[in-house]
């Protein structure tokens, strides 16, 4: 997370065992295993004719494409959302952010230059790109949950329940203020989901909420005004729901979903364009790092990582945030940058993650990362398992203690592997992407809503199959 005006330093705590995430994939398997099971044995041992009339039968004689993938959206009073973004300039906090809250969170639109510069660097024909702020995870999910292919208004038939609060929106409006105002709302919503029926089916296990902030914003530690953040996420009602956000740093019941970036195309051909051109692009510098240095971070290394790009003599593109050009609020220069380098460097800021990780996988960037947090640890559900197969990573340690001359270690790497790791980057580009609400059949995306949704039906399943006696699956 970068933000410029957060002086506070924060120290990020020690992750829990992930204990879930071992088990899951075996949990997963017995689960299809078992649902399968008599498929498995029809498939065996019957005609085709008796397979059929066993399988209808199995499933009472439905053939519905969204059973199991129900999702039921709280209708929500207005204070817990629309009103936090309706006053969005009444609060001080909140009031440079405003403008980017149109077109469902994506902001405003980027438009084509008269140079043609734009529609160079972005290819804008097609529409799909914008000025999206880093924090707008929220807005942009509950659009595309409005728009999600199986809703239900049944609560009773649905597998997991939506709560549409701008968490993220209500902690930053109290930045500074007494810890009563900051928890005040989640303290509200609490009491109202645990009123309503829906709750009582799974006491909340089956309820999951987004937010465009970090973890961390959620779990202040004390009742102390000084301490960060409010206590959301300490709160026993949310202690048994799912979030979802842009960084965690608990692994019980948070994930870490993709930051947006700027594009959000509406369909797949966009997405194939785009590929096409990100893989074919000249790239005339080595790496590059686009950012601002942290003087007041003791522990930082972004102040080594600037000197060895400066000393690169062109070999490195030093796009500088801390000055008042303003060039990395702008999407053009920064995606130009990114398109234009072989590898990205991607150095904790002031929390381990960076929204530039996405945008520069976006330009077909191989990323270099100097800390596990920064991605490997979190978006699990995105990217693959095998991190030397998409990134470089170098320890912090070996920066800091000058062990490790950036620009020697990259130079080293074979054209073979780098052109590997660029074809994995691309694979990567529809999974990190927030594509426009709405597509549906062919044009649909496997975007990172989608996989986030599927995520947390699979998870919410796992806790159903706990609550229900296990045998009963057994019997065909
Ligand atoms: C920009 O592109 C359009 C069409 O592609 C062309 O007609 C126009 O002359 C170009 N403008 C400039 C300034 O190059
Ligand atoms: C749910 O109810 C609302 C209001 O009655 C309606 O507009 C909407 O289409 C319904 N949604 C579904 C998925 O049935
Ligand atoms: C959370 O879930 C547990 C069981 O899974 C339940 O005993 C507890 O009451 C729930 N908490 C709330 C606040 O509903
Ligand atoms: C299901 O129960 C098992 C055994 O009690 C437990 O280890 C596992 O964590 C539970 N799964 C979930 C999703 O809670």
């Given at each position: 997370m970068e933000?410029?005006?957060?002086?506070?330093?924060?120290?990020?705590?020690?992750?829990?065992?992930?204990?879930?995430?071992?088990?899951?994939?075996?949990?997963?398997?017995?689960?299809?295993?078992?649902?399968?099971?008599?498929?498995?044995?029809?498939?065996l041992f019957l005609s085709d004719k008796q397979t059929l009339h066993i399988t209808v039968k199995a499933k009472h004689g439905e053939?519905?494409?969204?059973?199991?993938?129900?999702?039921?959206?709280?209708?929500?009073?207005?204070?817990?959302?629309?009103?936090?973004?309706?006053?969005?300039?009444?609060?001080?906090?909140?009031?440079?952010?405003?403008?980017?809250?149109?077109?469902?969170?994506?902001?405003?639109?980027?438009?084509?230059?008269?140079?043609?510069?734009?529609?160079?660097?972005?290819?804008?024909?097609?529409?799909?790109?914008?000025?999206?702020?880093?924090?707008?995870?929220?807005?942009?999910?509950?659009?595309?949950?409005?728009?999600?292919?199986?809703?239900?208004?049944?609560?009773?038939?649905?597998?997991?329940?939506?709560?549409?609060?701008?968490?993220?929106?209500?902690?930053?409006?109290?930045?500074?203020?007494?810890?009563?105002?900051?928890?005040?709302?989640?303290?509200?919503?609490?009491?109202?989901?645990?009123?309503?029926p829906e709750w009582s089916k799974m006491y909340g296990r089956d309820h999951f909420f987004v937010t465009g902030r970090v973890g961390?914003?959620?779990?202040?530690?004390?009742?102390?005004?000084?301490d960060w953040g409010n206590k959301l996420m300490r709160l026993p009602e949310f202690e048994n729901m799912t979030m979802l956000s842009i960084e965690t740093n608990c692994w019980s019941n948070e994930f870490a979903v993709p930051y947006p970036t700027y594009f959000h195309p509406e369909r797949r051909i966009e997405v194939k364009r785009w590929q096409r051109k990100v893989r074919k692009m000249e790239r005339r510098y080595l790496f590059s790092?686009?950012?601002?240095?942290?003087?007041?971070?003791?522990?930082?290394?972004?102040?080594?990582?600037?000197r060895q790009c400066l000393a690169s003599q062109g070999k490195c593109k030093f796009l500088n945030c801390e000055t008042?050009?303003?060039?990395?609020?702008?999407?053009?220069?920064?995606?130009?940058?990114?398109?234009?380098?072989?590898?990205?460097?991607?150095?904790?800021?002031?929390t381990p993650t960076r929204r530039s990780t996405f945008d520069s996988i976006l330009a077909g960037c191989i990323p270099v990362f100097f800390n596990p947090d920064s991605v490997y640890s979190q978006y699990k559900w995105y990217f693959p398992k095998d991190h030397t197969k998409y990134s470089v990573y170098v320890p912090e340690e070996d920066v800091k203690n000058g062990k490790v001359i950036i620009e020697k270690l990259l130079v080293e790497i074979s054209k073979e592997r780098i052109l590997s790791m660029r074809n994995e980057v691309e694979k990567i580009i529809p999974m990190i992407i927030y594509t426009k609400p709405g597509a549906v059949g062919p044009d649909k995306i496997e975007d990172a809503f989608e996989i986030a949704v599927s995520k947390v039906l699979e998870r919410v399943s796992l806790f159903q199959d706990n609550a229900t006696d296990r045998s009963s699956y057994y019997i065909i």
């Open positions: 933000e410029f005006n957060t002086k506070k330093k924060q120290t990020v705590r020690k992750r829990s065992p992930k204990l879930l995430i071992d088990i899951l994939p075996t949990l997963v398997f017995c689960l299809l295993f078992v649902l399968h099971i008599n498929q498995i044995i029809t498939f053939t519905d494409t969204c059973a199991g993938r129900y999702i039921y959206i709280h209708n929500l009073p207005s204070r817990f959302n629309d009103d936090l973004i309706k006053n969005c300039e009444a609060y001080a906090e909140l009031r440079n952010k405003c403008k980017y809250l149109v077109n469902s969170g994506f902001g405003p639109k980027i438009l084509e230059d008269d140079h043609n510069h734009t529609t160079r660097v972005l290819t804008t024909e097609t529409g799909s790109w914008y000025s999206t702020n880093q924090f707008m995870l929220e807005v942009i999910f509950r659009e595309k949950m409005r728009h999600y292919e199986c809703l239900t208004n049944d609560s009773s038939r649905s597998s997991a329940v939506f709560v549409p609060f701008y968490a993220g929106f209500d902690v930053r409006r109290f930045w500074g203020y007494s810890v009563k105002l900051r928890d005040q709302l989640g303290e509200d919503l609490a009491q109202w989901l645990r009123e309503r961390r914003d959620f779990r202040r530690v004390s009742d102390q005004d000084s790092f686009v950012g601002a240095p942290r003087p007041e971070m003791e522990e930082s290394i972004r102040g080594e990582i600037i008042l050009s303003k060039d990395c609020g702008d999407p053009v220069k920064v995606m130009e940058v990114f398109q234009d380098s072989v590898f990205c460097l991607q150095p904790p800021g002031d």
